[in-house]
């Protein structure tokens, strides 16, 4: 019996360090859930009107507490009425996130070889949607194509994104290394505040954005130019040099921080837009760039 109570006795010394540290990691990972389903400021404002009622519970404000206390449970059902769209968004992501999936992200060669089937398809005019998931499972997403499990290449990517192919108006999905699907159906963004001009390809990236954690790499019919959707928002007509810089760093799970990237000046055309302003262009969710319509 006494190796078992030195193993009670070791247990307590190390539970109140497993317990700060699964909760660091659940505040961690809810912080980094509602970041991404930008349900941020929903607990920001929680967060200020308990910090409203903290102050008036210190100071013994009783009108002020009392005004709260009424509110309060209104207060709850108009917070889910409004934010209904965000909460759902929460809930799914819990149900399907994966916290300790293995890593499944293409190697350098192959994102080098998707890369280039963007730029080939880019010059051709032809429209490209591919979706790299990262830990939140899209098996509902690739049910809804036809099965590939090919090795990447190049040559097939154009194949399948060229005019006319059964598969070319539907999404390919990149994972664990191989084409796992084709001709997939994305979600649409359901945002009011994206304009007209944006094409259903552009919709369709930010709305898979919105919904997962996927990264997705759109190349546009009509203009040619190349971006990328992530966290909800959508980076467009991006050099091929900030596209590879960008998929390597947002599939690496070693380096998965997010970086900003900051606007170049306003376009006057595109034949004298420079390289580097051309490198440096995003659009957000909330900036739309005239003449995209697919």
């Given amino acids: ?67 709260l206390t009424t509110i309060a449970p209104g207060l709850f059902i108009v917070i889910a009425i409004v934010f ?11 149900g ?13 060669g192959q994102l080098d070889a998707v890369i280039t089937a963007a730029e080939l398809l880019s010059e051709q005019r032809r429209g490209m949607l591919v979706v790299f998931p990262r830990k939140i499972n899209i098996k509902n997403i690739i049910d809804t194509g036809t099965r590939i499990n090919a090795e990447i290449s190049s040559s097939l990517i154009v194949a399948i994104f060229q005019f006319d192919g059964p598969l070319h108006d539907g999404a390919m999905v990149v994972q664990g290394g191989k084409i796992t699907a084709a001709g997939c159906f994305l979600p649409l963004s359901e945002r009011q505040d994206i304009r007209k001009n944006f094409g259903t390809r552009h919709r369709a990236s930010l ?26 928002k959508l980076y467009y007509d991006l050099s091929s040099l900030e596209v590879t810089r960008k998929l390597k760093e947002l599939l690496d799970s070693e380096s998965r921080r997010e970086s900003v990237l900051q606007p170049a000046a306003p376009q006057a055309s595109s034949a004298q837009t420079s390289t580097e302003q051309k490198e440096n262009t995003i659009v957000s969710p909330e900036k739309t760039l005239e003449g995209i319509g697919e």
């Fill in 1 to 67: 019996m006494a190796w078992f109570q030195r193993l009670i006795s070791i247990y307590d010394l190390i539970r109140p360090i497993m317990d700060v540290a699964l909760l660091a990691f659940l505040l961690y990972k809810g912080y980094e859930l509602l970041e991404k389903t930008q349900a941020l400021p929903l607990v920001k404002g929680a967060g200020f009107l308990a910090l409203v009622y903290g102050i008036a519970f210190l100071f013994n404000l009783t009108t002020l507490r009392w005004v």
């Fill in 84 to 94: 209904q769209p965000e909460l759902r968004k929460i809930i799914v992501r819990l």
């Fill in 96 to 108: 399907q996130g994966e916290f300790f999936r293995p890593d499944n992200k293409p190697r350098i």
């Fill in 207 to 232: 709305g898979m954005a919105e919904h997962s954690d996927s990264v997705v790499l759109v190349v546009s019919e009509e203009t040619g130019a190349i971006s990328l959707a992530y966290d909800a």
